[in-house]
């Protein structure tokens, strides 16, 4: 949450601060600043709104300098106004800072600062930093690196913060705990940001700083890095992977609907160099690495959250089924507090998106504080889960823009089947006839997902219908229970139409009492799986004169004949289902979310990665 961008050197600092917060607005788009030092003036503004908005107040302002920082905020402390937008200065004016988390014991800090002085304009626990900061440097008489360092030893909670100082316009102090920052290494420039989506298009060579790190970028100097316990540190530099094309919509209107339609090649992706469809076999190097751990393992824990947590849910169908081991399923958010039982034989697997999730850190060292072995499956190469796990899996589905996570679902559920399957086989739990079987099918899947696309005329026009609707069911049994959730709340998400999932059996449960003629009701109703207890289950939803949308397979005539609007998917092996069942749920939310004017890149009160609590 909340995006950060920096850059010195030789070129003017703004068009590059302005066109990496517009790169990183989905990470927030509450408000918007920008800070600059010229002529040795630190000039800030800011102002409530997206990006643009900044844009039309500065064009009025002096914008010149080649040192500034930039932010794009979704709010934790304080609502969004131009008060409460960073940067935030200093109560001289001298130092200005950009803060992405929260400072936990920011009330004790405040009350103090008052004590000395100190005047407060805003509601936010980053303007409390600032404060701290130059409190620190100033009755300490250090420099601005020595001042965030002393500063950060009295700070509890999360941080990825950046300052720049009034007369010293070739430094830029930044840190990080718990909040992605990455720097990139140009000639004679650097530049700083959350996530590496605003420096691709200068820099392929980068740093991601680590906790508890500060680094100091000087013009004309080599990048330095110190602990807050004042331990150096050596700068690892990576090689990016990603490619400025890929951050472009593409001829798309969105960011999700281009993103949708990319995953026939994000699932190739994810599985290239890992499945071999000639030599019918898998390969994930980091199982074969820790072979031992998984086969021997008692239990496995997977944690997760939102969209990661349903792709989770189908991690435990399949390694249970292939595998026969336990699995749970927990949220992270909940794990973490909870007091769990973790033993030195489990296995915990992370999943995020981002690799920064607040929560799901979190979990990961509780789960290591215990001994548990630590697998991360992650989209972001060198992002803090895959830092701070034994091992794990990279799922490629390169960089995801819209909030609403569409491609990164079906790359998660693609790993953690191939992870099943490999469990399985290595077992002896696993038929060889159905491992062949399922691996033969796995390679189909991206053209079978083009067959679905090739719908997306079709689910625009019957979305259309929907628009009306302020509640929605989705149903499904087995493997198709957690694409029922994912369906749900991708349509929640965008759409701001409240929908649940259910299994399908438990509708008579409580839910069944909601349906009427105006309560639309997703069924996906494949043949593979539990097809006629479905079918029962639509019956007494007709009976009751809902609205049925049913996702079926392919030829089937018994359940169209009873929907309302149908989508057929192809056939394919039970366990690969929701890889297909999926795509039309996504196409549906996005659709009836255009229709309505909705923001679908950017939902209201959502950012892309939570990485605070």
Not at 565 to 582: F, H, M, N, Q, R
Request: negative net charge; glycine residues 8%.
């Amino acid at each position: 949450m909340c995006g950060i961008v920096g850059y010195i050197g030789k070129q003017q600092a703004y068009p590059i601060l302005i066109k990496g917060l517009q790169r990183l607005e989905y990470r927030g788009y509450d408000s918007a600043g920008i800070a600059l030092i010229h002529n040795e003036n630190l000039n800030v503004y800011k102002t409530k709104g997206k990006v643009a908005d900044l844009v039309r107040f500065a064009e009025q302002q002096d914008i010149q300098g080649t040192i500034g920082i930039a932010h794009t905020r979704w709010a934790t402390h304080g609502e969004p106004n131009q008060v409460n937008a960073h940067p935030h200065y200093s109560q001289s004016e001298e130092l200005a800072l950009i803060h992405n988390g929260i400072i936990e014991n920011y009330a004790v800090l405040k009350e103090g600062l008052k004590e000395q002085g100190f005047t407060f304009n805003s509601e936010t626990d980053t303007e409390v930093l600032i404060q701290l900061i130059e409190y620190v440097k100033k009755s300490n008489n250090v420099d601005l690196t020595t001042a965030v360092q002393l500063a950060l030893n009295q700070v509890v909670g999360a941080y990825a913060i950046a300052i720049i100082e009034k007369g010293q316009p070739d430094t830029i102090v930044a840190a990080r705990k718990g909040s992605p920052l990455v720097v990139g290494i140009g000639e004679d420039e650097f530049f700083l940001a959350s996530d590496a989506t605003p420096i691709i298009e200068f820099t392929n060579q980068v740093v991601y700083v680590g906790d508890e790190e500060i680094v100091t970028l000087h013009r004309g100097k080599e990048l330095k890095i110190k602990t807050i316990s004042n331990v150096e540190k050596t700068p690892e530099i990576i090689k990016l992977e990603m490619t400025l094309s890929q951050l472009e919509k593409g001829g798309y209107p969105h960011f999700m609907i281009k993103e949708i339609f990319e995953q026939p090649k994000t699932l190739s992706d994810s599985m290239r160099g890992r499945v071999n469809v000639e030599e019918n076999n898998i390969t994930l190097s980091g199982f074969i690495d820790n072979k031992e751990k998984f086969l021997n393992a008692k239990r496995i824990i997977i944690t997760a959250c939102g969209t990661s947590w349903h792709a989770g849910l189908i991690g435990m169908y399949a390694i249970e089924e292939f595998a026969r081991i336990p699995v749970e399923v927990e949220y992270s958010s909940e794990f973490r507090y909870r007091k769990p039982v973790i033993n030195k034989d489990d296995i915990v697997i992370a999943i995020s998106q981002s690799g920064e999730t607040a929560d799901t850190l979190a979990a990961v060292e509780l789960a290591k504080s215990k001994g548990a072995f630590i697998f991360g499956i992650c989209n972001v190469v060198g992002a803090s889960i895959p830092r701070n796990t034994d091992s794990g899996c990279y799922t490629h589905a390169g960089p995801e823009i819209g909030v609403a996570s569409t491609k990164a679902f079906t790359a998660q559920v693609t790993v953690l089947t191939m992870l099943a399957l490999m469990i399985g086989h290595e077992k002896g739990t696993l038929s060889d006839e159905q491992y062949l079987r399922t691996v033969q099918e796995l390679g189909r899947i991206p053209e079978k997902i083009k067959y679905i696309l090739n719908q997306n005329d079709a689910i625009a026009q019957f979305a259309k219908t929907f628009t009306y609707a302020q509640n929605f069911i989705y149903l499904g049994r087995g493997y198709n229970f957690p694409v029922a959730l994912e369906g749900a709340l991708k349509l929640k998400e965008i759409s701001y139409i409240h929908a649940e999932g259910y299994p399908a059996a438990e509708m008579k449960h409580g839910p069944i009492a909601l349906i009427s003629q105006e309560m639309p009701v997703v069924v996906i109703a494949t043949s593979a799986g539990l097809y006629e207890k479905v079918v029962s289950n639509i019956q007494e939803i007709k009976a009751r004169k809902g609205k049925i949308i049913s996702i079926v397979t392919e030829g089937d005539v018994v359940v169209k004949n009873l929907s309302d609007y149908t989508i057929s998917i192809p056939d394919t092996e039970e366990c690969l289902v929701p890889l297909l069942a999926a795509i039309p749920l996504q196409l549906m939310a996005y659709h009836i979310a255009v229709v309505k004017g909705c923001d679908v890149d950017q939902p209201r009160n959502l950012a892309k990665s939570v990485t605070v609590e």
